[in-house]
């Protein structure tokens, strides 16, 4: 499979996503039910695809989620890199250098190791200086609990802030044919810079996939009041619909294939809940589309 420049790595043009595999009930965002087994399975099934990288986050499921990731990687840690973030927790205390240290280590106890490949900032934390929790990040780094940092979800203004303390090793924002802002926000500014990009939520949390139905979904899925639900999506699944036919592939590959389309971009991260799923991601990192066909998408896109 084909590899990217994201920072310090070489990655695969898809990563694991694990953010619906840590759905429960208590946590904020319910995805529906969750089988555990098939979650471990997923993820397994992607690395032996060649998927060589997994995003996650204590946030997720209020830490469910690393501890699935900490499960399937047992005695396969050293095949994958594996990414995490801190903040954005349920007591409010973000990212202040104590908070930034204590989310680490239990992230590290749930996800089984000793050190991880990439340690994101989730959100920005407006009570606490960039600078100083940047800095915190980097002593981290020193004591090689964490190789590399990276911001996820700031704005060019925070990231010029960090900068200034130490190397941002990549940025991940949201990106798919419903959410672009980050085409003009963050990709032009990430490219004068030299920064590698993840984006989050390629498939628009499953909106753009095939078969989507809303009325479908467990009563209290959280996509049943999101904003995408308000949009009419008929005439781009329509033609995501027709080029995926013309490629053999799925209207989820072409929506992915899109966003690896973009300027900046070194891989989308994309959640899968099954092998089944996992099995499509090789081909989402091949399908090339043509410029008629993106002027297409983006053209039906609301």
Request: hydrophobic residues 40%; aromatic residues 6%; negative net charge.
């Amino acid at each position: 499979m084909e590899r990217r420049s994201l920072g310090p790595f070489e990655v695969s043009p898809v990563g694991v996503g694990t953010a619906p595999l840590g759905s429960t009930r208590d946590w904020v965002i319910w995805w529906g039910p969750q089988d555990e087994h098939e979650a471990v399975d997923a993820i397994r099934r992607a690395v032996a695809l060649g998927i060589n990288w997994i995003d996650t986050a204590p946030f997720y499921g209020w830490g469910r989620a690393e501890e699935v990731v900490g499960t399937a990687l047992a005695g396969r840690r050293d095949d994958v890199l594996l990414f995490t973030k801190c903040g954005t927790f349920r007591d409010g205390d973000n990212l202040r250098p104590e908070s930034i240290r204590r989310d680490l280590d239990a992230s590290l106890q749930r996800l089984r190791t000793d050190h991880v490949d990439l340690l994101q900032f989730h959100d920005p934390d407006p009570s606490t200086p960039i600078e100083e929790s940047w800095g915190a990040l980097h002593e981290l780094v020193r004591e090689g609990k964490v190789r590399h940092g990276g911001l996820s979800n700031h704005t060019p203004e925070l990231v010029e802030r960090a900068l200034t303390v130490g190397p941002v090793a990549a940025l991940q924002h949201q990106l798919s044919l419903l959410a672009r802002d980050a085409e003009t926000t963050i990709l032009p500014f990430t490219e004068r810079h030299h920064l590698g990009v993840l984006t989050w939520s390629p498939l628009a949390s499953g909106f753009l996939t095939d078969g989507f139905d809303v009325g479908s979904l467990d009563a209290d899925d959280f996509r049943r009041r999101h904003p995408f639900a308000q949009h009419d999506l008929t005439a781009l699944r329509r033609e995501l619909a027709r080029i995926a036919a013309a490629h053999g592939a799925t209207s989820a590959q072409v929506a992915i294939a899109w966003v690896l389309s973009r300027p900046g971009v070194a891989g989308a991260i994309v959640g899968v809940r099954s092998a089944r799923e996992a099995e499509e991601l090789p081909a989402c990192a091949e399908l090339l589309l043509s410029p008629d066909e993106l002027r297409v998408l983006e053209a039906a896109a609301p």
